[in-house]
C-alpha cells in the first residue's frame, strides 16, 4: 500500500505544533523547529520509512517495521500537542457499565482523565502508561498508576485482579498487539470486561481516502477494522462481544460532505472575505449539497470505535 517517510511525518507533525501555538512554537530556524529536532533525535528510525501493508482477510493495515518510538519521541510530540483530550465518546459508553464493586485498570492512562472519571464510580481505579512522566503527573492527582513497560504485564502486579480493563487509543500503538490481550488476560479477573477504543474505519477522511499524518507510523503502527479486531481477539482467546462506531453529529456530517466538495472547496480559499463567512457560506452550500442528495457520508462515523471483549471458556 506505498510507504510513509519518517522525515516526511516528523515535519508534518512540527508544522502542525507550529500551527496549534502550543508546547515549542518559534524555534531558532523557523516555526516547529524545536519539535522536528528533537523527534528526529527521539526516532531516528533505522530505515527512515515505514511500509505499509494490508492484510487480505481482515484488512487490518500494518507497518514494516512494527517499530515504535521510544518513550521520549512521545514526550517530545505529547509535549508539542495537545493529544490528550479531556473527553471521549466511548468514556461515557464505558462509565455506564462500571459500577460500585468494580475493580477497572486503566492501560495508557495518559495523563489520567477517564482515570479520574472512573475513581468516582468505582471502588478501586488504576492506571498504567509507559510515560513516566505521564504516571508521575496522574499520581499527583491522587490517583493510583504505575509504569508499564513495553505494554507487557511484566512488573506490574496488581493486590488484585481487574473486573474491567479500558485500552482507550493504545492498540494502534503497539509493535506487537497482542500484548494487550496478554495483559488483560494476565491482569483481569476470568468474567473481566476489556475495553478497546481505536481510529474508527469510518472516519470522513479514511473513507475519502485521505492521509492523515497522525494516524499513520511512527505515531499509529497499525489502523483496525471490525474484522481485524474480531480476528485479534479470536486468536488470543477473546470474543468481541460488541463493537460500536461513535456517532457523527449531523452538523459536522455536512461538514464534512460539504467541504470536499469542489464548488465549496472554491469558496473556502477564495479571499480576501474573513474566515467566518468563508465558513458560513461554506456550510451553507455544504447544507445545499445535502438536500440535493449528495451525501456520500450516510456511512461516517465519529472519531472512535469501541470494541467490549470477555475470556473464551
Ligand atoms: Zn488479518
Do not use: K
Not at 531558532?28 to 523527534?39: I, M, N, W, Y
Not at 510530540?77 to 465518546?89: H, I, K, M
Not at 449531523?250 to 460539504?258: K, L, N, S, Y
Amino acid at each position: 500500500m506505498g510507504w510513509v517517510s519518517v522525515p516526511t511525518q516528523h515535519a508534518a507533525y512540527a508544522e502542525r505544533a507550529a500551527r496549534e501555538c502550543v508546547g515549542t512554537g518559534a524555534g531558532a530556524q523557523g516555526p516547529g523547529a524545536d519539535t522536528l529536532c528533537a523527534l528526529a533525535q527521539a526516532h531516528p528510525a533505522p530505515q527512515g520509512r515505514y511500509t505499509m501493508y494490508r492484510c487480505q482477510h481482515c484488512a487490518l493495515e500494518f507497518a514494516d517495521p512494527m517499530l515504535s518510538p521510544p518513550a521520549a519521541w512521545y514526550g517530545a510530540l505529547y509535549g508539542a500537542l495537545p493529544l490528550y483530550p479531556a473527553d471521549r465518546w466511548e468514556y461515557g459508553q464505558v462509565l455506564q457499565a462500571l459500577g460500585p464493586p468494580d475493580t477497572v485498570l486503566d492501560h495508557g492512562c495518559g495523563s489520567g482523565h477517564f482515570l479520574g472519571l472512573a475513581a468516582g464510580r468505582v471502588r478501586r481505579a488504576i492506571g498504567i502508561d509507559f510515560s513516566p512522566a505521564g504516571v508521575a503527573a496522574v499520581r499527583r492527582r491522587g490517583l493510583e498508576a504505575h509504569v508499564a513497560a513495553e505494554g507487557a504485564a511484566d512488573g506490574i502486579a496488581l493486590s488484585e485482579p481487574a473486573s474491567h480493563i479500558t485500552a482507550f487509543h493504545v492498540l494502534e500503538h503497539l509493535p506487537r498487539p497482542a500484548a494487550l490481550f496478554e495483559l488483560a488476560r494476565a491482569l483481569g479477573t476470568p468474567s473481566v470486561q476489556l475495553w478497546v477504543a481505536v481510529p474508527s474505519d469510518r472516519r470522513p477522511d479514511r473513507l475519502s481516502g485521505e492521509a492523515d499524518d497522525l494516524d499513520a507510523p511512527p505515531h499509529h503502527l497499525t489502523r483496525w477494522t471490525p474484522r481485524a479486531l474480531q480476528a485479534l481477539g479470536e486468536r488470543e482467546g477473546w470474543q468481541l462481544r460488541a463493537l460500536h462506531h461513535e456517532p457523527l453529529p449531523w452538523r459536522q456530517c455536512v461538514w464534512e460532505v460539504g467541504r470536499r466538495s469542489r464548488p465549496v472547496a472554491a469558496l473556502l480559499a477564495a479571499n480576501p472575505w474573513p474566515r467566518p463567512l468563508r465558513r458560513g457560506l461554506a456550510r451553507l452550500a455544504a447544507l445545499a449539497l445535502w438536500a440535493w442528495g449528495r451525501h456520500p457520508m450516510d456511512q461516517a462515523s465519529g472519531f472512535s470505535m469501541l470494541a467490549r471483549y470477555t475470556l473464551n471458556r
